[in-house]
């Protein structure tokens, strides 16, 4: 296949690496992280490079995004489907899985993540990789997904409990990937937490999901956007679906 690889920045060395050992033709387009910080232009600016796509002779174009504050939410396929990995965020595909981001969440809710692209490549405007430090979009999401589960009063608690974790970090941890020198990377995470008096941690990257994206193996960890259907989020364990 010849596929066309929309992703952020933050996957720059995974995408790369995996694209390159891929049996397809990948070619892969980068946007900034901090266009995280504004889920509609960022929605608007992967719409427009979907739809620049058309007539490239692409058998799929792929997102390396998750939900991501609802910025994948409204996407549409025009003539060539969309495949996208149903994630929340950055920090399952660095996992590998939404099991294993569930387990993290559930455990150590207040964790402020460190990876190596992110660190390298931030400009100042991305926010924090952080489990329980939402953006505008992702507080949104939360919220109406909490609504949905356990009613007004339940969601607007939990909402209480989630912003108390954000001034309440209590773990710093690196995520190696094992894709190039992380090693100041974790000094940097090191000394954060020696400063602010949190945990430190180093767990195993898992780039299993962003190989399979750009193999080709789309099973029930990836959603196939057929054309003319459009990405929707379903306020479950699927995170998205279609319409």
């Known amino acids: 296949m010849r596929l066309k690889c929309i992703g952020c920045e ?19 387009e980068m946007l900034r992280y901090g266009l995280h910080q504004n889920s509609p232009d960022l929605r608007s600016r992967l719409q427009a490079a979907i739809d620049a796509a058309e007539g490239k ?22 003539s060539i489907p969309l495949v996208l990995p149903r994630a929340h965020d950055c920090i399952t595909i660095f996992l590998g899985s939404r099991q294993r981001y569930l387990k993290e969440f ?9 990876v190596q692209d992110y660190i390298e490549r931030d400009d100042g ?16 999401e939360v919220r109406a997904s909490y609504v949905a589960k356990y009613g007004q009063d339940n969601a607007d608690y939990l ?5 108390a974790w954000q001034s309440h970090y209590s773990r710093a941890a690196v995520i190696d990937l094992g894709v190039g020198d ?6 940097r995470a090191r000394t954060d937490a020696e400063r602010r008096g949190w945990n430190f941690e ?25 054309p003319g259907q459009t990405i929707k ?11």
């Open 57 to 78: 002779g692409y058998d799929a174009v792929l997102l390396a995004y998750g939900l991501c504050g609802k910025s994948t939410d409204g996407l549409h396929a025009r």
């Open 233 to 243: 989020m379903t306020y479950d364990d699927e995170i998205i679906g279609c319409q």
């Open 159 to 163: 909402m209480e409990v989630m912003g």
């Open 182 to 187: 992380g090693s100041s990377v974790e000094q």
């Open 10 to 28: 933050v996957l720059a060395r995974p995408l790369y690496l995996s694209a390159a050992y891929s049996p397809h033709t990948v070619d892969i």
């Open 125 to 140: 405007s991305g926010g924090s990789l952080a489990i329980g430090a939402n953006t505008a979009g992702d507080a949104e």
């Open 106 to 114: 559930e455990q150590t809710p207040g964790t402020y993540w460190y």
């Open 202 to 226: 180093k767990l195993r990257g898992d780039i299993g999901l962003v190989q399979r994206l750009v193999n080709g193996d789309w099973d029930k960890d990836f959603l196939v956007v057929k």
